[in-house]
């Protein structure tokens, strides 16, 4: 069952569901608002491998806006820690951001109960596109656990900004 806005507000101030910082005013009916930060992660290899040494470039999104390239991989962060201690969570984009050509957390959009951390974004455009630091450009839901619930203690935890692939993590 997923939760409502105002069960989420509950949920806050409760400390079953974390959202820091919190503002009233992104509240949605069925999920919460959450904003871009200000880091960007690009990876500058033409051939990524998973398990070597991932080199990247990071862009601060100054002032003015930072414009996204098509076909090229960006990895954003939410400026917001989120994450439902009791329950899980799910991230996508927002449908404003969407209809501009943006495609946030194609893959994976599931929160594990537990994983409370800023969200690393997954960015693709269609064509350029200005983004700004503290831009709405995503949404948070949290659905409640059938079963035991167990915390999440992935390879993520504690992500607190871009954080790039942690896969090679798998082989150890």
């Not at 806050?12 to 910082?21: F, L, N, T, Y």
């Not at 969407?98 to 946030?104: D, K, L």
Request: aromatic residues 8%; negative net charge; charged residues 20%.
């Amino acid at each position: 069952m997923v939760l409502t806005g105002s069960e989420i507000h509950l949920m806050v101030k409760s400390g079953r569901v974390v959202i820091e910082p919190f503002h009233e005013d992104q509240l949605e009916q069925n999920s919460y608002g959450c904003r871009l930060g200000s880091e960007l992660l690009e990876y500058t290899s033409t051939h990524i491998d998973p398990h070597a040494n991932l080199e990247v470039r990071r862009h601060q999104i100054p002032e003015e806006g930072f414009v996204l390239q098509p076909n090229r991989f960006y990895l954003g962060t939410t400026a917001e820690r989120i994450g439902g201690v009791n329950f899980a969570s799910e991230l996508y984009a927002n449908v404003s951001a969407a209809a501009c050509g943006m495609f946030i957390q194609t893959s994976a959009p599931l929160g594990h109960t537990g994983a409370v951390i800023c969200w690393t974004l997954e960015i693709v455009v269609a064509q350029p596109l200005r983004v700004y630091a503290g831009a709405r450009i995503a949404k948070v839901c949290f659905w409640t656990n059938l079963g035991q619930e167990q915390s999440y203690r992935g390879r993520y935890v504690g992500s607190d900004g871009v954080i790039p692939s942690r896969i090679i993590m798998d082989t150890k």
